[in-house]
């Protein structure tokens, strides 16, 4: 996908790209929806590991912000299952405190990069960012 030529209220160039927001805490998941929406990417929304892999298998995102900790199927489980099926997919762990050897080692099974609760919202932009050109610079 190409950037979009818009720009968003603050001025800055409007991005695209659509992002999968996966995370049980509903708070946690409208909040990071909501600020990346506010970047220009379109957003979806699952609540649990089992939703997760419906809409990135429907949808074939090009971001899954990943929970670790989700019912039903966790943030890894997930990982394992749809990093081979969707190989241009940039996954985003999203791990709290005491996750973090967990998160590294998801680097080891696909994920692009993780990111620590409480969010940095610029990090977490900055790395949507980065994860959408480098896929940009391998498509065919």
């Known amino acids: 996908m190409e950037p979009d030529q818009g720009t968003n209220e603050g001025g800055e160039k409007r991005e695209?790209?659509?992002?999968?927001?996966?995370?049980?805490?509903?708070?946690?998941?409208?909040?990071?929806s909501r600020?990346?929406?506010s970047k220009g990417y379109e957003v979806l929304e699952a609540a649990d590991g089992l939703?997760?892999?419906?809409?990135?298998?429907?949808?074939?995102?090009?971001?899954?912000?990943?929970?670790?900790k989700m019912p039903v199927k966790n943030g890894l489980e997930v990982l394992k299952e749809?990093?081979?099926?969707?190989?241009?997919?940039?996954?985003?762990?999203?791990?709290?405190?005491?996750?973090?050897?967990?998160?590294?080692?998801c680097l080891g099974l696909g994920a692009f990069d993780y990111v620590p609760k409480p969010v940095d919202l610029e990090i977490l932009a900055h790395t949507i960012k980065a994860r959408l050109l480098v896929r940009r610079q391998t498509a065919p």
């Open 82 to 105: 749809l990093a081979p099926l969707l190989p241009g997919t940039g996954f985003i762990i999203v791990t709290g405190n005491g996750d973090e050897e967990l998160a590294r080692s």
């Open 35 to 37: 600020f990346i929406a």
């Open 16 to 32: 695209s790209g659509l992002v999968l927001v996966a995370d049980d805490d509903r708070r946690m998941r409208s909040a990071l």
């Open 51 to 68: 939703q997760t892999i419906a809409l990135a298998r429907e949808k074939a995102p090009d971001i899954i912000l990943l929970d670790i």
